[in-house]
């Protein structure tokens, strides 16, 4: 089975205001960390009657090594304000390559492994900044070969 419902494609995004939670993580505690980050995003942004406008997402800071930059939110309209360990971000307007990754977590480097090397046949730069949206929630779908992550990779 396929791990890529598709190859990595080149996109332009557009800025998308953030609500977030921005942490250094090691990377064993990470799924602990998206939990509580989820949650009081959602509670803030709740609490001020802003919307989340899209699935949850990660945006990693530099390449996780032990511990991982991270921030983990949701993309919310435009008039949500920072509130305490949740702060305004923003995903950049940029040209990527994107790909969405089919199947558990635990392989998702497969899918970095294959944006990196299109970039690579093509010439382009990546950048030290990459965010996944989790198309799928865990707990609604158990299963984690059906699960999909929509991987964002700009380059520079």
């Not at 205001?17 to 998206?34: G, H, S």
């Amino acid at each position: 089975m396929s791990i890529l419902d598709q190859q990595p494609t080149l996109i332009r995004t557009a800025d998308q205001p953030t609500a977030v939670v921005r942490e250094r993580v090691p990377m064993a505690n990470l799924t602990d960390f998206f939990g509580r980050a989820f949650g009081a995003v959602m509670a803030a942004t709740q609490a001020q009657n802003a919307s989340p406008t899209g699935p949850p997402f990660a945006m990693y800071h530099g390449m996780p090594t032990d511990t991982v930059d991270v921030e983990a939110g949701f993309t919310v309209t435009p008039d949500f304000s920072a509130s305490g360990e949740v702060i305004s971000g923003l995903l950049p307007a940029t040209e990527a390559l994107e790909a969405v990754h089919k199947g558990s977590y635990d392989t998702l480097e497969r899918t970095y492994a294959l944006i990196l090397e299109r970039m690579s046949a093509e010439g382009m730069t990546p950048s030290d900044t990459m965010w996944e949206f989790y198309l799928s929630d865990p707990e609604k779908e158990p299963d984690p070969a059906k699960w999909e992550t929509r991987v964002v990779w700009p380059v520079i």
